[in-house]
């Protein structure tokens, strides 16, 4: 099965930058469609940002011209740079990447994102 692992996270102060990494392993059949999603405490889990295959993005309007998303093919993974970071971007960043066998997502475990005014 396919591995999501996310890494970069950590605790930055508002107006600052981070830059999210998550790699993908495991039995990969074709590159699919990746995003990023996060979850604050008490609150669903919200989507993000989520480029395609074809390198197509999409992003929620929350982050809307903050954030970037992007891939390496190569390499099977997906990146999300968070500029300008503001206390209310403070949740678990999780990547999912859709899996054409279960026909479902696969998640990482996620990574903490803490933003201090």
């Known amino acids: 099965q396919v591995q999501l692992v996310e890494s970069g996270g950590g605790l930055v102060q508002a107006g600052g930058s981070l830059r999210l990494s998550c790699a993908a392993s495991g039995t990969i059949f074709g590159i699919n469609d990746m995003g990023w999603y996060r979850q604050a405490p008490g609150k669903q889990r919200d989507f993000v940002a989520r480029i395609t295959r074809g390198y197509s993005t999409n992003y929620a309007d929350s982050v809307k011209g903050r954030f970037t998303i992007s891939r390496d093919n190569a390499k099977n993974t997906v990146y999300l740079q968070m500029n300008s970071l503001k206390p209310e971007d403070t949740a678990v960043y999780y990547c999912?990447?859709?899996?054409?066998?279960?026909?479902?997502?696969?998640w990482g475990q996620g990574t903490q994102v803490t933003v201090s005014s």
């Open positions: 999912n990447l859709w899996s054409p066998t279960s026909l479902s997502y696969d």
